[in-house]
């Protein structure tokens, strides 16, 4: 191992004394810095195949506020603010436990509408689906409502959501999709 004195300094400013090229912020301005790291990133290859590389930049000019440029490109990259994010998050939840339980309903429909009755085990089966899919929807619904809540707090009244009526959507769905009689 070589012995580096580290007292005596280096004869090229940004090298050490063995010759390799230092990256350090110290007693230089914040521009050079950032042109030395993104030179570094160039030569190591970071800058290549990017999205939309030698295509310009379509910028609108005709700012509304200061921050109006900033968020068009970070909506145009897919990034939206999380009170966005979040209501995008309610209406998927919200749709997803609506389809499981459309799907129930017409299960009942096919059973009750069909010419030849339901067999006990279809009838067993189904008032287990029934029963385990009421119990979902309204873990469902709390945690939806949860989301909402978080919503609620977080952005002004204009964007504010009501608060779903749990119980109430839970016995709509056991009116709609009863429970059949076993023998």
Known sequence: MKFVDWRKKAEQPGVDAEGQQ?????????????????RQAQERGEFENLKGMGKPLQ???SARDENSMANKLLKDNGFVPLEIELQRQIDTDLERTTQKIQ????????LTTRRLAPFESEKRRFNAAVEKAAAEYDEALRRINSKILTLNVSTPSAMHRP????DKMVEEFRQRCPLFDLK
């Open 103 to 110: 799907y129930l309903i017409s299960q009942h429909q096919r």
């Open 163 to 166: 608060i779903l009526k749990v």
């Open 22 to 38: 230092r990256s350090t912020y110290r007693g230089r301005r914040m521009g050079d810095y950032v042109e030395e790291m993104i």
């Open 59 to 61: 910028l609108d000019m």
